[in-house]
């Protein structure tokens, strides 16, 4: 497929099967030398693509473990990794909107020890809603439909979300750092320890912070990270745009 999202020949077919997880980091040119190759291992990918690898319909199709699989996850000659998301592209169960992102194979509890997801990026395109999700704490196992956290990339502002109860509507929100322009390099944290979430985020010298408490409604389940191009416009078959971002350092605890 082409960086719009338009499928390519014989997509569908390489999607299935063990062929699917046969690709590693083939985007490289062997003998480059990498400055710092973002790793890959410990996450599986959600692809927005549907069971016939069109960007379609119900997504269907994740990488486990996680691979590059162009147009949507692609390896650059410095190591880093650019993830593409159209609009028109598949949905997983319960979102409006498609994503290309990595999924953290280990769960941890919430509300116990200290986590912590660092993310080093720039965003190269917004949707037409301008925003992009670009890291979360997602439940997992039988609660896997409520995110617990998510940290926003709109229009230059960075925010995060906290979800305040797992069975009634609700968030808490707070604005952790604003002025960050298209293209520019940028980094996050986000930290979980206890009771409650440090987020983080620095760009070309100025830093921000904020906290915010769990819900103790929250405590005892089991999360996990999610990082990558979760693009906030609903669905579209007309919307030819998407969301387009660059992972230049990645890591989680």
């Not at 990498?34 to 069109?54: E, M, Y």
């Not at 405590?219 to 999610?226: A, H, I, N, S, T």
């Amino acid at each position: 497929m082409d960086g719009q999202g338009r499928p390519e020949a014989g997509l569908s077919r390489r999607m299935l099967g063990v062929a699917a997880v046969a690709v590693t980091a083939g985007a490289l040119i062997p003998g480059t030398a990498l400055a710092a190759t973002v790793s890959l291992s410990g996450w599986r990918l959600t692809l927005p693509v549907n069971s016939s690898g069109q960007p379609t319909g119900n997504a269907a199709v994740t990488l486990n473990p996680a691979v590059v699989r162009s147009p949507w996850l692609v390896r650059n000659s410095d190591g880093s990794l650019t993830f593409w998301a159209p609009t028109h592209g598949a949905t997983t169960t319960n979102s409006k909107h498609a994503r290309t992102e990595l999924v953290s194979n280990s769960d941890f509890t919430a509300g116990s020890g200290s986590h912590t997801l660092s993310a080093t990026l720039k965003v190269q395109q917004l949707p037409s809603a301008h925003d992009i999700i670009i890291g979360q704490i997602h439940c997992s196992g039988s609660k896997s439909s409520i995110p617990l956290l998510m940290l926003h990339y709109n229009n230059g502002t960075i925010s995060v979300v906290v979800r305040t109860n797992p069975t009634v509507p609700g968030t808490d929100s707070a604005t952790v750092l604003t002025g960050v322009p298209l293209n520019a390099t940028f980094s996050y944290t986000i930290t979980a320890n206890g009771s409650s979430f440090v987020t983080s985020a620095s760009y070309n010298g100025r830093s921000g912070s904020k906290t915010i408490t769990m819900n103790s409604s929250f405590k005892g389940f089991p999360v996990r990270w999610q990082a990558g191009d979760y693009q906030q416009s609903d669905v579209s078959t007309t919307d030819t745009g998407g969301g387009r971002m660059t992972i230049t350092a990645l890591s989680k605890s």
